[in-house]
């Protein structure tokens, strides 16, 4: 069992009063092919890696470690599933709120550890008791599943200034509403809020699970406002991870922040010691639900798409070069022209340009199809950072004149605080914010 | 290379001009752990699990056979993921309707080997021209994709008996809409439908690719009625596999029809000699989107839900007995009552008592939240039979008094005919409904 503490085995309770997912799951003796690293000891980020060799099946069963400095979901090596929540606090009653953060903290544990949400678990309590785990992830394991939780703006303060839960004055001051930007069509009812939680795993089932015990864990406290689910990973966060493909074919992310490169991730994507406290080794959560034009898209010359990217569809390498990882060269011309044109989007997102980096972490979406025989597809957008500012927006209103915007429509937009990373047994998310 | 007929490399032509998935993945070579079964020879059903013993990763990234006497993805052994698709088929011309076919055909056996959907491949084509492929499954493996057609009942004969293609008298008698059942709450908006395209996959990426192509080799011909993602397969349909969890969190379909029992499909599942010429050797498709009330279901006592299913939540066991494959008796008692209570759905579902056998090959859903809080999730229910009256409308009718109606409600209906499968290098789907 992982150890979450000095001296402390924190799910032994629970391996004495109930059954385990992974117990289940020993006991079932169902066949499976993954490795569960859950019941080793350990379990630092990418621990399977590390033991496995390359990156492969046996580490997308995992467990990821859920305590340390920061969040893990943020630079653990992106998952290939999604499962994003926002929800609206419902209770006016600030104690209903810590006890329902100190719950999830606990379920989040447990879960992300391969266990069941509580110790009466889907099958191991009472008979006449209402299960604390829903079962569906019963015999499965913990498929790299990491939970991190955000704090939106209006949960500090509401629109007409009412301080909700005596946070106003802890609310940091980058923490504001995204401003509008050209060519947005943004649906209300799918932005903002005043919590979120991402779950990222290797199996959505997984995934689905975890969301829905929490928010059922908070029923009376929270409801769901909006939620969205993805598939294929659109960024890399690792150096070990190969690029993924979005909808429109190209390779994503390719200069993307890396986990590896720790101090380019101090520098722009954790909070440091000029925010407020509680905040300290956070970040911020940016969301932004993005329609892609796929039919449209879908009719573009190749020679279009890829003067609209700025890198070859095929290999992934910026134009004029050979290889994906090659530097983007801005200066060379091809035949009297830029190889990368000045309104590409490579051309206008990359730091260079932009003069900032953000971390990405999208997911592509298929929310079926829109009424009009259109798939209502595209990538959902999410990115990290030290300050919101200086990060999304600054990269966004460089794409004003981005020729990919013809392709696509934001149509939702959320921004979140995430807090650091819970570090003992006793800690719980939003601690240092409410105590 | 997979050969689709003696003495003839169906892909020679596309080997030499374009650029392959599986062509591209190897000079790019990129990583991935799973192994490519697209490139060697044979490629029926389960060849990786046959070279590569028991089931496992390797094996979920492999081809599946796309030609044989029935289409595949009926009783394949249930893939991961799901993207179903419903047509309005938008032409009035039959010969572009054929046309179309024909290079649905062309595409889904390139796709289903694990080739680009046509040989202007994403990056191998001219660069101005538009590719035939839009390039996100480029480097993904074949990953058991199974891409099956059926014809709707308003594809022959609209409501108002117009005949649309001359179809009228190649009707399949069994082939009309469904009656409507207690408690159905059908949104016309998507059901129904002229044709639709089920692909399964391991990967959702490969799923979503293959679909998205289709419908743009359609366009003019057909337009996109409704869809619907799923993922977490919830009936294995070999006796192979494990059986996974609905989300419900019980074990789904353990007493399903098994691959394996070719005596019991020809029985139930395959249309014989007494239906249409055309249909013989094919299948009847009944889908049906079914809300579940998670949060009433989550609510309820562990005993509740037993005896709802009438399975033991942990083991699957029928109620009274010890494991998941002992046979239901329904005539044990306990303490005067039945075991399984004859309102649970294991008891008026069971063959013994529904007197008939469907093949269920559904997939768990959850498609965000509703606007209340509460989330949009269940099983998207797709079953084959050889006839729908004695399949599943025999079944549905047997359940009006099912415990489980208080905890779902259906919301989609959908029924259409599967043609056998596609035969020679020129067969195409639906040549001998169309001949």
Same mark, same amino acid.
């Given at each position: ?8 085995? *924190?799910? #032994?309770?629970? /391996? @004495?009063? +109930? ?8 006991? $079932? %003796?169902?066949? &499976? ?20 060799? *390359?990156? #492969?099946?046996? /580490? @997308?069963? +995992? ?8 969040? $893990? %979901?943020?630079? &653990? ?25 100190? /719950? ?332």
């Amino acid at each position: 069992m992982r150890g979450w503490g000095p001296g402390r085995d *924190a799910t #032994g309770d629970d /391996a @004495a009063a +109930g059954l385990s997912r992974r117990r289940f799951f020993g006991l $079932a %003796g169902a066949g &499976t092919a993954g490795v569960l690293v859950a019941g080793t000891a350990g379990g630092v980020i990418g621990r399977a890696t590390a033991d496995e060799g *390359a990156p #492969g099946p046996a /580490a @997308a069963t +995992g467990a990821v470690e859920f305590t340390g400095a920061h969040q $893990a %979901g943020i630079v &653990t090596p992106a998952q290939d599933r999604l499962h994003f929540v926002s929800f609206d606090v419902i209770t006016e009653d600030r104690d209903e709120l810590v006890a329902m953060l100190q /719950a999830w903290t606990t379920a989040a544990r447990r879960m992300t550890a391969g266990l069941d949400a509580g110790s009466v678990g889907a099958v191991g309590g009472g008979q006449y008791d209402v299960p604390d785990d829903t079962g569906e992830a019963l015999g499965l394991p913990p498929a790299g599943l990491t939970l991190t939780v955000g704090f939106g703006p209006t949960l500090f303060t509401t629109a007409d200034g009412v301080d909700r839960f005596g946070l106003a004055d802890r609310r940091p001051a980058p923490l504001v509403e995204l401003p509008s930007f050209r060519g947005d069509a943004i649906d209300p009812a799918r932005s903002g809020g005043d919590i979120c939680l991402q779950a990222c795993s290797n199996d959505p089932q997984v995934a689905v699970h975890a969301i829905r015990n929490l928010a059922r864990l908070g029923a009376g406290v929270i409801s769901v406002r909006w939620s969205q689910l993805g598939f294929g990973r659109t960024s890399s966060t690792s150096t070990g991870q190969d690029t993924a493909r979005n909808l429109f074919g190209f390779k994503d992310g390719t200069d993307n922040l890396k986990a590896e490169n720790t101090s380019t991730l101090d520098q722009f994507v954790w909070v440091g010691d000029d925010d407020q406290d509680w905040l300290a080794g956070g970040s911020y959560l940016v969301a932004r639900r993005i329609r892609m034009r796929i039919e449209q898209w879908d009719t573009a010359t190749l020679n279009d798409q890829e003067q609209t990217i700025g890198r070859a569809k095929g290999t992934g390498a910026p134009l004029g070069q050979q290889a994906e990882f090659d530097p983007v060269d801005f200066t060379k011309q091809v035949d009297g022209e830029f190889a990368v044109p000045q309104t590409s989007h490579v051309f206008l997102a990359h730091p260079t340009n932009s003069g900032t980096a953000i971390l990405r972490r999208g997911y592509s979406f298929v929310d079926g199809s829109d009424g009009l025989g259109r798939l209502d597809a595209g990538l959902f957008f999410i990115c990290y950072q030290r300050d919101p500012a200086t990060g999304f927006v600054q990269v966004q209103q460089n794409l004003r004149d981005d020729a990919m915007n013809e392709y696509v429509q934001h149509t939702s937009s959320a921004v979140f605080a995430c807090p650091p990373g819970v570090t003992g047994p006793d800690d719980w998310w939003g601690r240092a914010l409410f105590a």
